[in-house]
């Protein structure tokens, strides 16, 4: 669609006014730092948010569905992630991982990932004393799903922080695509295997974050070639995604101000017709292996 | 001795700002906002408020969730507003009228691309704001 292509040209725009004085040396996580967010401001005014994978981890929990000990990434050498796109790539996918090994009780599997994303960590010279001591809080607290995930988050949010104050919002970026493919590569296959309603719109509503995905990682474009693949091929599935018809029907709002809590009652239906599903399926699997292997 | 004692005094003055710097980044506008009951969406969303102009934020909420947002900034007092809109434009919330609540909490019965818009009253001033959004698992849909 034009739109995505001009998106993205609007943030190539950015990219090459903004972003050539690159800061080289790392610096301790300042609780405002004026200069990075000043950077961030003149990339765009609008932040995209795409959410957690844990997100994604939790819902499957609850639909009741068993746990597939294929699904998680299959052990693989750490050497392969030979550049900073593909260590950042995996240390999201990681990520996924851990939080769907952990919400289904793998402990002992969960370990190796947990080593995993250490390692990475290490070599992508994120924050290594506080992150140190998340990950012992996770280990320690393997067997408690609430606690892990907590920390999980935790250990990823530090991760964010560090890497902005440091202006490597790519890496960032990275991450969080990473994330959002293991994730989406789980609930194409769990619906491949249990053609389950609630997973099914589950990666309907997919096509909403994909969005905000893609133009999050946008003013990357150019950075480098792999940047250019992961988008275009990101862009790819989106495309499959334009036959989801979206429809509003009704909204209405109720406020409790007592209890600072508002909820929106809208009725958004995703409709998805065809065999368009199976490319979708296809592209998942297919974009998260060729980050693997 | 005078090189002795500037040295040190150096490194304690260099070991004292890093502290500081270290208790303010661990200990302000983290987590502990959003209470234990809600996880952290693991992202770090802070951005410069200046000129009275808007800065959005761009979130996806799952209606199995509930949502808590929670601004924060140096300066408590500050009025900032926030508003949020679906993708049409469409104001749901506003805390303009709740004597701009600096928390709040959503939950949606469907899957909503949300703007969420923050911004200063005072368009003299400046702030640093850091946006935090955690989300908990709805037990009563």
């Known amino acids: 669609m034009n739109w995505r292509l001009l998106t993205l040209s609007i943030s190539l725009v950015f990219l090459f006014s903004c972003d050539s004085q690159r800061k080289k040396t790392i610096v301790s996580v300042p609780a405002f730092e004026n200069d990075s967010i000043s950077l961030r401001l003149k990339y765009a005014e609008t932040s995209f948010v795409v959410p957690s994978p844990n997100q ?32 950042s790539l995996a ?19 969960a370990m190796k990932y947990l080593q995993n994303v250490q390692s990475l960590m290490s070599d992508l010279e994120i924050m290594p004393s506080i992150e140190k001591t998340t990950l012992k809080k996770i280990e320690n607290n ?49 619906y491949n295997r249990t053609h389950k309603d609630e997973i099914f719109t589950l990666i309907l509503y997919q096509s909403d974050i994909l969005d905000n995905l893609i133009k999050l990682l946008s003013p990357f474009y150019e950075r480098s070639t792999e940047f250019t693949v992961l988008i275009d091929d990101l862009v790819n599935i989106a ?9 509003q029907l009704t909204t209405k709002v109720e406020t409790d101000t007592e209890h600072q809590f508002t909820k929106i009652l809208n009725q958004a239906r995703h409709l998805l017709t065809g065999s368009k599903l199976e490319n979708l399926e296809k592209y998942a699997t297919s974009l998260r292996n060729k980050i693997l292997k | 001795m005078k090189g002795i004692i500037w040295h040190i005094t150096l490194a304690i003055m260099v070991f004292s700002v890093n502290s500081y710097g270290q208790n303010k980044s661990k200990g ?20 410069l408020l200046r000129n009275g102009k808007a800065a959005k934020f761009v979130v996806v909420f799952y209606p199995q969730f509930r949502y808590k947002i929670v601004i924060c900034s140096n300066n408590k007092q500050l009025p900032i507003e926030l508003k949020l809109s679906d993708s049409n434009g469409k104001e749901y919330f506003t805390n303009v009228n709740k004597n701009y609540a600096r928390e709040w909490e959503f939950q949606h019965s469907s899957i909503m691309n949300a703007t969420i818009e923050l911004k200063l009253t005072d368009i003299k001033k400046e702030e640093n704001i850091r946006l935090l959004i955690g989300y908990q698992l709805n037990q009563n849909p």
């Open chain 1, 91 to 109: 240390l999201g996918i990681f990520g996924a991982d851990l939080s769907y090994l952990n919400l289904f009780d793998q402990k002992e599997v």
């Open chain 2, 28 to 47: 302000f506008c983290q987590e502990d906002l959003l209470g234990k009951s809600y996880i952290s969406d693991g992202q770090d969303h802070q951005v």
């Open chain 1, 239 to 247: 495309y499959e995604f334009d036959v989801v018809d979206k429809v």
């Open chain 1, 56 to 87: 994604a981890s939790l819902l499957l929990k609850k639909s009741n569905i068993q746990f597939y000990d294929d699904l998680a990434t299959p052990s693989v050498t750490l050497e392969k992630f030979t550049t900073t796109t593909k260590k």
């Open chain 1, 142 to 190: 393997f067997g408690n799903n609430d606690s892990v995930l907590y920390y999980l988050s935790e250990l990823y949010k530090s991760s964010d922080l560090f890497l902005k104050a440091n202006d490597r919002r790519d890496i960032c970026s990275l991450i969080v695509a990473g994330g959002w493919i293991e994730s989406f590569y789980f609930l194409a296959e769990i």
